[in-house]
């Protein structure tokens, strides 16, 4: 099998994640990185033995050796360099949100249909641990029933401090949204994948709990305490937590709150899903694990085990029982299943979030926006 040649464009905390990522997939090489800052891409270059650098999106997309694309740079480059990847002709797996509009993230979806040769992702990673498509396979044998409540968190405290400073807190570069979009994102998105239901009514308060920051002069990396050196106080337009009311497009109702400023939190995300026959929940802080409820019965906690997992989730898991596989393996798994999937031939499912898919979920970011800068319930 010929191997797939992928480039990252974006050496931020993310970028490192799906370099370590891609080292791990038998079926890819990882020749070449860009960043805007050269002497961070150098650095990681001679750090894990990558053999090519460059200095731009443009130069990177110049190497006709290059098969694939992977985008990890902020979120309001994503609709510019996303668009530049795909007219390429190379495969693009972006980092979410897809664009910071469903405007843009429309034109993009058009764009690609333009190049049918292009296979997109995006990465919405969570989506394959194997205890979430545990229970998606369990939710599709219909051993849940009928889905008719779905609830839940991702709590984070990277934010807790008025020195904490993120990009992500201004609209100019993020978007209208900061934990929505940046967290939020996965809750729904992962919700919708196992139980096959859309989100299409929301009910959304929306508080930006510091109002001023002190964002530091000299940049930082994500989850980084601040140096304590000079800073300049900011305000603060985006929010660092949200509570969102919904419904379903199949009669489910739910509720999920998202934080960035929760202390002790550092992944704190988790949904629980009450059927009518049971109930499935999952905590990605002890992701190797799921919880069964149910009434007139015992409840069962079940731990991963490639032995007795469903067979569909048993290309997404390989450790014994009792050695657990964490946020990086479900990470592996999803650029797996994007770049196993064009090896394939562009056979069997798309167990990864699509365009369409991650469109819809900026979408979703926009309607929670206006619900609660109008105080109401906003139908999509």
Known sequence: MKKINVGIIGMGYIGESHIEALRRIGICNLTAIADTNYDLALAKAELYGIEKVYKSVDEILADKDIDAIHNCTPNFLHREINEKIIRAGKHLLSEKPLTTTYAEAKELIDIKSEYPEVEACVNFNYRLNPMVQEIKARIHRDELGDVRVITGQYQQDYLMYDTDYSWRLEPEVAGA????????????????????????????????????????????????????????????????????????????????????????????????????????????????????????????????????????????????????????????????????????????????????????????????????????????
């Not at 709990?209 to 002190?214: A, T």
């Not at 419904?247 to 009450?274: L, R």
């Open 177 to 380: 949204s900061c934990a929505i979009a940046d967290i939020g994102s996965h809750w729904m998105d992962i919700v919708q994948h196992i139980t096959g239901h859309k989100i299409v009514s929301v009910f959304a308060d929306l508080v930006t709990v510091i109002p001023v920051r002190k964002k530091p002069l000299n940049q930082k990396e994500t989850f980084k305490d601040s140096d304590g050196g000079e800073y300049v106080e900011t305000k603060v337009k985006n929010e660092e937590y949200a509570a969102v009311i919904f419904k379903t497009d199949k009669g489910a109702t739910g509720v999920f709150h998202v934080s960035e400023v929760a202390p002790g939190h550092g992944c704190y995300f988790g949904f629980e899903v009450n059927g009518s026959k049971e109930s499935y929940s999952w905590n990605q802080e002890q992701n190797d694990r799921m919880w069964i409820g149910r009434r007139g019965g015992n409840n069962s906690l079940i731990i991963r085990d490639p032995n007795t997992i469903s067979a569909d989730v048993k290309p997404y898991t390989s450790l014994a029982m009792g050695h657990p596989e964490g946020w990086n393996d479900a990470f592996k798994n999803n650029i797996y299943a994007f770049y196993k999937y064009i090896a394939d031939g562009k056979k069997g499912e798309r167990i990864f979030s699509t365009l369409e898919d991650a469109a819809y979920i900026v979408k979703l970011t926009e309607a929670i926006v206006e619900s609660n800068k109008n105080k109401q319930w906003v139908n999509l």
